[in-house]
C-alpha cells in the first residue's frame, strides 16, 4: 500500500509489484492515476526520457512565425527562422534566465528580453547586449557562447514537431517505428499533408495523463455506455451502441490505435478528391483494409501522451455525417491535473466547404465543450478524484478482458505491422501502454 511519506526505493517496490501484477493477473494498481510521488518519476523517466509533440508545422507557415509549447515545466519557443528552417528553443535569457517570450503566438526575427534587453534571432542566435563594452570590457561578450539553448532534439515527422530533454533518444522514426503505418490513414490521406484549423483549444481538467492517453490508445468499451446521450441524440449515426464491439485493436512498437469498420463504399463520408487521394498516396497493403475490409484507424496514441481520434459526425439533423481528424496532447499539470491541447486537422488541398464542416464536426463532439469530450472528461476526473485516497494504494482494478479469450490475428492474415487482435471490446492495448509506462518507470538506464 502506498501512504505517505514515502521513499523511493518504497516507491520502486511498489511499481515493481504493480508491474507484475498488470503482467500476469491482468490487474493495475488504481493509485498510479494519481500520487505525487509517482508523478515526480514521470517526469523524470518519461518526459525527460521520449520524444514529446510540441506542434504542428502548418502552425508556423511563414518566416518568422512562432508558437510558445511546453515540455511539463520546460517552455519551448517553436519557430520558423528567415530561412524556412523550423527550431524549438528553450525559453529562457541566457543572462539572468528571465522568460524571454510571453506571448502564445506570433510573428518575429528577434525575442528581447525585458529584464536587461539582451536580444535573440529566432534561430536562437544573440544578436544584441545593450552597453556590451562597458559591462563586459572592450572585447564584449562572446555572443556564440550565449546563445539560446536549442531542445536537446527536435525532429520533424508529417508536419508534426516533436522535441526531446534526452539528448541520447533514438532518432524520431525509430520512436515512432511501426505506428507510422498506421499514422499514415490519418496524416497521409492526401500528398498536399495536413493543416490545423486555427489555434489549439486549451482546457485544464482535474484528471491525469495516463487516463487520456490509454483511453485513445485503444478502449472502444467505455462508448456504449459513455457515449449513450450522443447516440440517443443522433449526433452519432450508428445502429447500435455496441458500434465498436467489431474491429480490430493494434499494438504497434510503443504505441497503439484501434480500428473500426465502415459502411462498404463510405471511407467515413470523405468527399470522392479525398478518397482517390488516399487510393494514391496508399501502399497496397493499406488500400486493400480500405476496400477489402473497409476499416479505418478511429483513435491512437503515441507514447507517452500525443493521441489521434479519425471520426465522422452529423452536423445537421438528419444530414450526413461529417469526418475530422482530432490531434489531442494530454499535457500534465501535476498529479491528477492536465492541460487538454486540442487541434483539427483537415487535408491542405480540400475544398474551404469541406474544412469547415469538417471542423464544426469536430467542435461539436471533441471541441472544449464538444459533447463526446465532455463525457470523457466526467469519467476521467472521477477516476482521478477516487484515486487520491489513502484505498486506492491497495485497490486493483481489472485490466483482463481478453485474456486467455481472445488470439493475435494470425500473420498473414493482416496487413499491417505489429500485433492485431479482432475484437475492440478488450485490454490488450490498455495492457500495452501501461507495460510501456512502466518498463520507463523502472528502467535503470532511463535515469538515474
Known amino acids: 500500500m502506498i501512504g505517505q511519506p514515502t521513499g523511493e526505493k518504497e516507491i520502486y517496490d511498489i511499481l515493481q509489484e504493480a508491474k507484475r501484477s498488470l503482467n500476469e493477473e491482468g490487474k493495475l494498481l488504481s493509485k498510479v492515476y494519481n500520487e505525487p510521488s509517482i508523478f515526480d518519476l514521470e517526469v523524470k523517466k ?4 521520449t520524444w514529446i509533440f510540441l506542434a504542428h508545422e502548418s502552425e508556423i507557415p511563414w518566416s518568422g512565425d512562432y508558437v510558445l509549447r511546453r515540455i511539463v515545466d520546460d517552455s519551448f519557443i517553436v519557430t520558423r527562422d528567415e530561412d524556412g528552417e523550423v527550431h524549438v528553443l528553450f525559453n529562457m535569457c541566457r543572462h539572468r534566465g528571465m522568460q524571454l517570450c510571453r506571448s502564445d503566438a506570433g510573428n518575429s526575427s528577434h525575442f528581447r528580453c525585458p529584464y536587461h534587453g539582451y536580444t535573440y534571432q529566432n534561430t536562437g542566435k544573440l544578436n544584441g547586449v545593450p552597453f556590451q563594452k562597458e559591462a563586459y570590457g572592450p572585447e564584449g561578450l562572446d555572443k556564440d557562447e550565449w546563445a539560446m539553448t536549442p531542445a536537446p532534439k527536435m525532429g520533424i515527422y508529417e508536419g508534426m514537431i516533436f522535441a526531446s530533454l534526452n539528448p541520447d533518444v533514438q532518432p524520431l522514426e525509430e520512436y515512432i517505428g511501426d505506428m507510422g503505418w498506421y499514422l499514415d490513414f490519418y496524416l497521409k490521406k492526401s500528398p498536399a499533408g495536413m493543416e490545423v484549423v486555427g489555434p489549439p483549444q486549451r482546457w485544464v481538467m482535474p484528471a491525469d495523463w495516463k487516463l487520456a492517453s490509454e483511453n485513445f490508445i485503444g478502449d472502444g468499451y467505455h462508448t456504449q455506455s459513455t457515449h449513450m446521450s450522443t447516440i440517443k441524440a ?17 499494438l504497434a512498437g510503443m504505441h497503439g490505435c484501434l480500428f473500426m469498420g465502415f459502411k462498404p ?12 487521394s488516399m487510393k494514391e498516396s496508399f501502399d497496397p497493403d493499406q488500400i486493400a483494409l480500405l476496400e477489402e475490409n473497409s476499416v479505418l484507424p478511429l483513435n491512437a496514441t503515441i507514447f507517452p501522451n500525443t493521441s489521434l481520434l479519425h471520426s465522422s459526425m452529423s452536423i445537421e439533423e438528419g444530414g450526413k455525417s461529417v469526418p475530422y481528424v482530432t490531434l489531442r496532447v494530454w499535457q500534465p499539470m501535476g498529479p491528477g491535473k492536465m492541460e487538454i491541447w486540442s487541434w483539427c486537422l483537415v487535408e491542405k488541398d480540400a475544398s474551404e466547404e469541406f474544412k469547415k464542416a469538417s471542423n464544426r464536426s469536430y467542435l461539436s463532439t471533441f471541441g472544449a465543450s464538444g459533447t463526446l469530450e465532455q463525457d470523457d472528461a466526467e469519467n476521467w476526473s472521477g477516476q482521478t478524484r477516487v484515486a487520491a485516497g489513502e484505498m486506492s494504494g491497495q ?3 481489472n485490466y483482463g478482458a481478453g485474456l486467455g479469450q481472445v488470439e493475435p490475428i494470425p500473420e498473414g492474415e493482416w496487413a499491417g505491422p505489429g500485433t492485431a487482435y479482432p475484437k475492440n471490446y478488450v485490454d490488450f492495448a490498455q495492457r500495452h501502454f501501461w507495460q510501456t509506462y512502466f518498463d520507463h518507470l523502472l528502467d535503470s538506464q532511463n535515469g538515474s
Do not use: C, E, T, W
Request: hydrophobic share 35%.
Open 395 to 397: 485497490h486493483y482494478l
Open 265 to 276: 463504399g463510405s471511407y467515413f463520408n470523405y468527399p470522392q478528391s479525398i478518397v482517390d
Open 234 to 250: 443522433g449526433i452519432m449515426r450508428v445502429k447500435s451502441p455496441a458500434y465498436l464491439k467489431d474491429g480490430v485493436q493494434i
Open 46 to 49: 518519461i518526459f525527460s526520457k
